[in-house]
């Protein structure tokens, strides 16, 4: 497929998939394309296995055949639905599950703050826990009502009590079955909640319940949790806990509610295979499963395995993982092969079959006979070679034009760096081995880990440049293929600004671009900065906010101003900066005196529709910025569904999506933008898992 000859031949306003296959159902489940699953458990009505898709917001049933089907979700993120069929239902990152003695499932719907609960019989969805705020769990009054943290783990016990744990207040909440009242179960009270202090992000220490490590041989209410993530019952009816940043599984006995330790010696480790689980260490255990016969199952985050404790003995073993993440093999000893880190979805038959999922991608299955790893869900292949609109994105997010007009994509969910070459439509991997981790540089960047690759950008040269986001570093492949860290420092606790980028120390780098003469630019998000990279001298300061979160400064010095959520930065041909500041709702531009200005969003999260003055709309998490040769910016509206832009008169006009006039394409969260050319418009869509085109003229 010829993309050049493609785009040619569209139409003024026609728009066109140029990669990504979508969303896949109805095909065997070990061919079709995962985002990211997580909880999994055999639904205990049918004995089909379901599966919550992180990324895809959507729950996957796989039948006794093998086929993929969507159980609940429609895909597209949102929260609604309540009422009607959980498969028409919207939800925004579905994280754990778990079930009744009776079937009916319960699902941690984790960015809305809620759980819900699908009806075995009728498959009517409704929402059980949580009003939808962010709050320190509402204890003492009605579940529905309660302002809830970003809770974790949920367990149903048999006589329908359900079990939440949550991961920053750091402790346990149970609902009860009859009176559906929300009560603290074990851990200590939260006193605040990051959120109520004017910060939204969670961070642990500013007067809530404090994580840390106590209370083993006692009672629950004494007990001192850290991160307390998932949650199992054993077939005793005692309830276990994956106390993940004490590097511990933990044990409440329901009878006494006395609190012990069953795996895990607190050191940040993972070893201690065939001796005491007690004597152990377990490296920061996430997903969690007892079986009928009471053997522990344990994923571990950074252990990069799965490990089994022997309910007779007390003996742990590794059953899956080597300690070293990637993307294993199949048809192999599951010990002899990688694993990714392992998170949130542990599962385990009767006759000891295991069941776990990875970031890889995949769900795999651990045969209990030969300990053969095989896998259930997740396409083996990441489709390089072929025709781009064949292969599966697994977050398409940035993206930038080589000049040799090459399109590059930073797949942020597949940890990958993908290429389409315009002559043929082929789509290649030119960084990241698809696991999740840091590791690489000096080598070939195919082999190199990533970590949550938000955004790419290519220099006139050809030269790649990568936001590492979860590692916080900016990574470069150079045009051998060789890939090397160029900004950011582990452990390194200076912003270090005025010294070598790679001194500086970097804590999510959401965003990376070039200007024209090749300095790099870095949206430092959580720090509310954007940095520079001298492409003479590899000096980093900063040229964008003050490092205090917030929204302000419009008229002055644009390192006097406050900014936040740095989600796309671009520049015009004048050299003026453009940067989307998805926390706070809006657009705003850096002329090249240094005096920033914003150019849309009143910094109020809603809708407004076409014809709003730019700066006095309403916007809903734009993401993405491009501006055309004529100067005109476009945007995404991204959880409004809409590619915008700002009219000559200086009003709102959308191009493309769900209410705009190119209402039958349907985007789904539009995220990045850049331009092919003078009159194409690349659209990345994260949930729809495409990419598109937009003829704009």
């Known amino acids: 497929m010829d993309l050049n000859k493609l785009i040619e031949n569209m139409q003024p306003g026609e728009i066109t998939t140029i990669a990504g296959v979508g969303v896949c159902e109805g095909i065997p489940a070990k061919e079709a394309d995962a985002g990211w699953p997580l909880g999994i458990l055999r639904w205990n009505k049918t004995g089909e296995l379901l599966i919550n898709d992180y990324h895809m917001h959507i729950v996957w049933r796989i039948d006794h055949d093998g086929i993929l089907h969507r159980f609940a979700g429609t895909g597209v993120p949102g929260y609604s639905g309540d009422g009607g069929p959980a498969i028409d239902a919207e939800f925004r990152s579905p994280h754990d599950i778990a079930q009744d003695v009776h079937g009916n499932i319960v699902i941690n719907d984790i960015s809305n703050f809620v759980y819900r609960r699908i009806d075995a019989e009728t498959g009517i969805i409704e929402t059980i826990i949580g009003s939808g705020k962010l709050g320190r769990g509402g204890h003492g009054g009605p579940a529905t009502e309660a302002e809830m943290d970003t809770h974790c783990g949920v367990a149903v016990a048999d006589n329908g009590d359900i079990y939440v744990s949550s991961e920053w207040t750091n402790n ?45 041989g006692g009672p629950k209410e004494a007990a001192g949790f850290y991160h307390p993530e998932h949650l199992a019952f054993g077939p005793d009816g005692d309830l276990y806990v994956c106390d993940n940043s004490n590097d511990r599984v933990r044990k409440i006995d329901m009878e006494t509610g006395i609190v012990t330790t069953v795996l895990g010696n607190g050191q940040r ?241 959401s965003s990376v671009s070039h200007d024209a003469d090749g300095n790099i630019y870095i949206g430092d998000t959580d720090v509310g900065r954007i940095r520079k990279i001298d492409a003479q001298t590899g000096i980093i300061d900063t040229v964008v906010g003050t490092g205090l979160p917030g929204n302000s400064g419009d008229g002055g010095p644009a390192t006097d101003a406050q900014i936040s959520g740095v989600s796309s930065i ?97 985007l789904n969260t539009p995220y990045g933008l850049t331009f092919y050319g003078e009159d194409i418009l690349l659209i990345s869509e994260q949930f729809g898992h495409r990419i598109r085109a937009l003829k704009l003229k």
């Open 172 to 216: 346990i909440s149970r609902v009860d079955a009859e009176t559906g009242i929300i009560e603290l179960f074990a851990g200590y009270e939260a006193r605040h909640h990051p959120s109520e202090m004017g910060d939204s992000r969670p961070y642990i220490g500013q007067g809530l319940s404090l994580g840390g490590y106590s209370g083993d």
């Open 269 to 509: 480790a993972s070893n201690g295979d065939g001796g005491p689980a007690t004597e152990a260490s377990t490296l920061m255990p996430d997903a969690i499963c007892v079986d009928v016969h009471g053997n522990l199952y344990v994923g571990e985050k950074y252990g990069f395995r799965v490990r089994r404790v022997d309910a007779e003995t007390g003996i742990v073993t590794t059953i899956a993982g080597t300690g070293v993440p990637g993307m294993g093999e199949e048809g192999v000893k599951a010990t002899e092969t990688e694993v990714n880190s392992v998170e949130v979805g542990v599962w385990a038959d009767p006759d000891g079959t295991v069941f776990y999922s990875d970031c890889g991608g995949r769900t795999r299955r651990i045969d209990a006979e030969t300990g053969i790893v095989t896998t259930v869900l997740g396409g083996t292949t990441n489709h390089d070679g072929e025709v781009a609109t064949n292969a599966f994105l697994g977050g398409p997010d940035g993206m930038s034009v080589g000049p040799d007009g090459q399109i590059y994509i930073a797949d942020i969910w597949s940890q990958r760096i993908r290429a389409i070459d315009p002559s043929t439509g082929v789509i290649r991997t030119v960084a990241g081995n698809g696991a999740r981790a840091y590791g690489g540089d000096g080598g070939p960047a195919t082999e190199a880990y990533l970590g949550n690759p938000n955004d790419v950008s290519v220099d006139a040269e050809g030269t790649l440049v990568i936001a590492d986001t979860r590692h916080g570093h900016v990574r470069r492949v150079d045009s051998d293929g060789i890939i090397h860290n160029v900004a950011g420092a582990a452990f390194q606790w200076d912003k270090g600004d005025g010294g070598p980028a790679l001194n500086a120390n970097l804590v999510a780098v």
């Open 570 to 666: 671009t520049f015009d041909e004048a050299g003026n900066m453009y940067f989307v500041d998805h926390n706070y709702h809006v657009i705003r531009r850096v002329d090249t005196d240094g005096i920033i200005t914003t150019i849309v969003g009143s910094g109020e999260q809603g809708f407004s529709p076409d014809g709003t003055l730019a700066t006095q709309a309403k916007l809903d998490t734009p993401h993405g910025v491009a501006v055309s040769s004529d100067g005109t910016v476009y945007f995404t509206d991204s959880a409004n569904h809409l590619v915008r832009r700002v009219a000559p008169n200086g009003t709102l006009e959308t191009v493309a999506g769900s209410d705009g006039p190119y209402a039958e394409t349907g």
